[in-house]
C-alpha cells in the first residue's frame, strides 16, 4: 500500500482544518483514514503542538 500524493497546498483537508500541502506522509494517511471511516472525533496529526493549543 502506498502513500496518497501530495495534494498542492492551496487544497483543504476535509478532515482537518490544514492545507492537504502542509501534510506530511503520516498526516496525509491519517487524514485520508479519518475520511474513509467518517470518524468526526479522530482530532489531528498535522502541524506542530503550538497549531494546537487553545486560548
Known amino acids: 500500500m502506498t502513500a496518497p500524493e501530495p495534494p498542492r ?3 483543504q483537508c476535509p478532515s482537518c482544518p490544514h ?4 501534510h506530511d506522509a503520516i498526516a496525509r494517511r491519517y487524514c485520508a483514514a479519518t475520511a474513509a471511516g467518517k470518524a ?16
Not at 19 to 22: A, K, N
Not at 41 to 50: P, S
Open 9 to 11: 497546498s492551496g487544497t
Open 19 to 22: 492545507p492537504l500541502g502542509t
Open 40 to 55: 468526526t472525533d479522530r482530532g489531528c496529526v498535522c502541524g506542530t503542538a503550538a497549531d494546537h493549543k487553545t486560548a
